[in-house]
């Protein structure tokens, strides 16, 4: 079989065009698993066990406020809130948050950017936390 010049070209464009698009569906994968990721990791549901803060992993809005139902009837632990990564948003418990309500400006503010540092920090120390998972206590909290 004999090859003309132009052939070869054609049959060469048509495997660089497969390559290229092999590449971007694997880069495009890759891009829809971090997306995953991210979102499996977006809320914190926040709460005090002996005067130290912990976290709790949520992927959903749902979950989070599942879980928050759940610390609330839990005697050990006061639930403070959730925290969402995506958005760096708190929303306080509903306890919480009529106190939180009654304060002034300036000490909501004060009580917020602690709260959202604190809930930054525990993400950070649990990279490797499970979603809907109770911690045990840490040390470093």
Known sequence: ?????Q?????????????????NLLSGDSAASKSYEVSENRYSVLYKLKSQYHHVGCSSQA??????STLMTDENR????IYDAKTDLFEWEIVGQYFHSQDPIS???RRLDEVLTIA???RRRDSSWQPGYLQKPGFFA
Do not use: C
Not at 1 to 5: A, F, G, H, L
Not at 7 to 23: T, Y
């Open 1 to 5: 079989m004999i090859m003309t010049k």
């Open 7 to 23: 052939s070869k070209h054609k049959k060469g464009n048509a495997l660089l065009n497969l390559k290229n698009s092999f590449k």
């Open 63 to 68: 979950q989070a406020q599942s879980t928050l």
């Open 78 to 81: 006061i639930p403070v809130g």
């Open 107 to 109: 000490e909501q503010r």
């Open 120 to 122: 930054r920090a525990l």
